[in-house]
């Protein structure tokens, strides 16, 4: 009896081990309206991150907005990282890997205690020259041991080019 016991406890820990795993990647797809608008005021800075201990891990990537950048043709994407990670350029549209130039910090969150605990990133992904299904992936990972990573992907799809 105690065997069976045992070897049911250990299947349980495996199963809950892995499951985190499987839920750490994110596929949306959305279809474009031609109204959808980023509007920008001044580029922000980044918080004062004041060292109190480790910083915390990187536990979610989620889709914060997108829409076409005002006063621009190019189309951007608003990514929600809870955590403090970083993308090590791990961003790509449509399979062309995006630059440093083509991210910039958009807003972030404070904790209790002062320090920030999520930041949202503005990809500008350049402009939508033709109709069509385009994907939006990124993976960031945490800035210390055990350096988690997290991914998303998203599908858009313009059924018709109408930049603002």
Not at 44 to 67: D, H, N
Not at 91 to 111: F, K
Request: proline letters at 5%.
């Amino acid at each position: 009896m105690k065997k069976v016991i045992s070897i049911f406890l250990m299947l349980c820990l495996m199963f809950s081990i892995s499951v985190p795993a499987f839920a750490a990647d994110s596929d949306l797809s959305i279809t474009v309206d031609s109204n959808d608008v980023i509007a920008l005021s001044d580029p922000i800075e980044p918080p004062e991150i004041i060292s109190r201990g480790k910083a915390p891990q990187v536990t979610a990537v989620e889709l914060y907005g997108y829409g076409w950048i005002d006063g621009t043709d190019h189309w951007g994407v608003i990514i929600k990282v809870t955590g403090v990670g970083s993308d090590t350029r791990k961003a790509y549209w449509n399979d062309t890997q995006l630059g440093l130039d083509d991210v910039s910090l958009y807003t972030y969150w404070l904790g209790a205690d002062r320090t920030a605990v999520a930041f949202a990133y503005l990809y500008d992904c350049g402009p939508i020259t033709e109709p069509g299904e385009y994907t939006f992936k990124t993976t960031y990972t945490s800035v210390n041991s055990p350096y988690t990573q997290k991914s998303i992907s998203v599908n858009f799809t313009f059924e018709e080019v109408t930049s603002k």
